[in-house]
Every structure is written in structure tokens, then in C-alpha cells.
């Protein structure tokens, strides 16, 4: 959905809920999505007449903005602000607006519309789609390099695999879509553990993701480090087989809940899986759909998204790929393979 299409939808939302304006503030990641641009210390205003943005007097301001149906008005101080013609209801995202926000500008009556631009933003467009792609490419090069250098020794500890990420990022001019996970051995078994100072022999789980143009990338890859035994090398490939069966099941019309039971109904080990399946990616690591039991999301076209099942117990395993939902699933993160990668 291009600038002006967007503008239209949110002028609906506006005669839908009989609103008088929507207020957007730049730290909102739905701000960006609206005006395909990151503007800092600035409020959008937008009315079923007019497009107003706020900025502060340091702010530059690009003239493209003129283009896009916008009036630009620099605010010096709150006396100005409460000239601003703000009345009746405004929609929102409560999640982003103070106190300090609504006594400012003055807002009496406020409701909060995120869920529905959440569900909005969830549909990439092809300019979304083509930076979430790069930021893909991204996680899939540094975790080739990591694999290098863990078959060289030069990558020994937990944090030195953390750091490795941190630089690549500063190198590639990208940011981090989150702090990477590095977990071996027993840590492997906490799915948010954080980097320590040791390589545990077993499982070693690596997910990373990159910022490109705020947009992210989510992948995760689990390696083996020592010798498996066969035991360990079948729960790896079965929870790989449940992996790649619920890429294909992810399809448009199907409701997220529904993905999550079938994850659960072909597992073998179902009692070790302790979160959701997966979630949206894009101007937030974590977006709409959300793949899990009390979801009421429904997967749809141009999503793109997550598949990451995992088994924790005194061992960790995780498999994580991003993908995009068109006709057939297809995953970002492929060229990243999955085969079970043995480190002696």
C-alpha cells in the first residue's frame, strides 16, 4: 500500500469511528509506516480536510514532504500548540501518547486504533518487502561467517559469537532488529538466554536479525558442538520436519491459532514447546500475526512473518525462518541451510 493509498484508508478510518482527526507521533512505528520516512521530534495531525505535521524548530524537514499533501508547521512552544484546532474525538495509538502529550495538545477525547493500523501495516507492500529482503540476506551472510569461524576456533565463547554479529552490523551499516541470542549446552535450553563467556559442548542455538532501513529480519539457526549422539541427531531432524511442514501449512485464510494446534498435533515432543510459533516482522521485530493460542489473527497475503519451533528441556533446539505469504510460502532465510551443522 503506497503513501496515498494509505492516506485514504486512514480518511475511512476516520468517517468509521466519526473521529474529527488522527494523531500520530513519530516515535510510533505507525507513523512511519504512514509516511515512509523517519522523522524525529515530530506529531502528524491528520483531519478529513487537511495533513498537518508538527515539527521543532532544529528539525529539517525534506521538501519531498510537500509533495505528499502536507503542511509543515514548525512549533516554537506550548502557547502555539494549544492554537492548533484539535477537537471531538481523536484516534490514536494510546500506547505512545503521555499525559504530558494529550494536556498539550489538548486532547479531550481519545481512542486507540493501534490493533487496527497493526493489522494495516502487516500487509507489505513491495518497497517493505524488498528492505525486509536485505536485512534477510544480511542474517543468512553473518551466520555463514559465524560457521567459518567457529570451524576455525576463532569464535570461542558465547560473547565472542554475540560481538561478532554486533560488528557486522557497525561494518554493514545496519542495525540490530535485537540483541542476538548465543546459547550452548544447558543455555540452549532458555530460549532468551544471554550470551556468557563459555562454549558448552551440545546444541548451540544463534538467532539474529538486522535492522535495514527500519525494517527486520528474524532467523535462527541450531548447530551441534562435540559429537551428537543418534538420539539427538532424531530430535533435531524431527523438530526440522515440523518446521518445514508448518512453512507450507502457512497459507492465506488460515487462522494463526489453527497453525499453532497442528504444530502442537505432529510434534512428538509437544510438552516442550514453551512459546509461540511465530509472529509478523517489519518496522517491529514482533508485529501482527501472532502465531500462538489465544490469537485471534488470520494469516493473509503479503504478511511476512515467522516459523519457529523449538524444543527446551536440559538441551535446546531452535529452527527460525522468515517468510512472505504469497500463492506458496516463500522463506527469506533459505539460503541459510538447515541441515544439522556438526562442529567437532
Not at 498537518?52 to 514532504?65: A, D, G
Not at 545496519?174 to 535450553?189: H, R, Y
Not at 515467522?306 to 539460503?335: F, H, S, V
Amino acid at each position: 500500500m503506497k503513501y496515498q493509498n494509505k492516506l485514504k484508508t486512514i480518511k475511512k478510518i476516520l468517517t468509521k469511528h466519526k473521529a474529527n482527526q488522527i494523531i500520530l507521533k513519530s516515535t510510533d512505528p505507525n507513523f512511519k509506516w504512514l509516511l515512509e520516512k523517519e522523522i524525529t521530534k515530530a506529531t502528524l495531525i491528520i483531519t478529513r480536510k487537511e495533513n498537518i505535521l508538527l515539527t521543532k524548530p532544529l528539525e529539517s524537514i525534506n521538501k519531498e514532504f510537500l509533495k505528499k499533501d502536507l503542511k509543515i508547521l514548525t512549533i516554537k512552544n506550548n502557547k502555539e500548540l494549544k492554537k492548533i484546532n484539535i477537537k471531538g474525538l481523536t484516534l490514536t495509538n494510546h500506547e505512545q501518547i503521555t499525559l504530558k502529550d494529550k494536556e498539550e495538545l489538548n486532547l479531550r477525547r481519545t481512542k486507540d486504533i493501534n490493533t487496527e493500523l497493526q493489522e494495516l501495516r502487516s500487509q507489505k507492500n513491495e518497497e517493505e518487502i524488498k528492505k525486509i529482503k536485505t536485512a534477510c540476506n544480511h542474517a543468512v551472510k553473518c551466520w555463514k561467517q559465524i560457521i567459518k569461524k567457529l570451524e576455525k576456533k576463532e569464535l570461542n565463547t558465547e560473547k565472542q559469537i554475540e560481538q561478532h554479529i554486533k560488528i557486522y552490523a557497525l561494518r554493514n551499516n545496519l542495525g540490530l532488529a535485537f540483541n542476538p541470542v548465543v546459547a550452548s549446552g544447558k543455555n540452549a535450553g532458555i530460549p532468551h538466554h544471554e550470551p556468557q563467556k563459555k562454549l558448552n559442548k551440545g546444541f548451540l542455538v544463534i538467532d539474529l536479525g538486522f535492522d535495514y532501513e527500519g525494517y527486520k529480519s528474524d532467523m535462527t539457526r541450531t548447530i551441534y558442538l562435540g559429537k551428537p549422539t543418534n538420539q539427538e541427531k532424531q530430535i533435531y531432524e524431527e523438530l526440522l520436519n515440523v518446521q518445514e511442514t508448518m512453512i507450507k501449512k502457512t497459507r492465506t485464510g488460515i487462522k494463526a491459532k489453527k497453525l499453532y494446534e497442528e504444530t502442537l498435533r505432529i510434534m512428538k515432543k509437544p510438552e516442550l514447546f514453551i512459546h509461540g510459533l511465530g509472529h509478523g516482522v517489519g518496522l517491529e521485530i514482533h508485529e501482527k500475526p501472532s502465531i500462538k493460542p489465544d490469537s485471534e489473527d488470520i494469516i493473509r497475503k503479503s504478511q511476512v512473518l515467522t516459523i519457529e519451533p523449538g524444543y527446551y528441556e536440559n538441551y535446546g533446539i531452535r529452527i527460525e525462518d522468515t517468510i512472505i505469504i504469497k500463492e506458496k510460502p516463500i522463506i527469506l532465510t533459505k539460503k541459510a541451510p538447515k541441515t544439522l551443522k556438526i562442529i567437532q
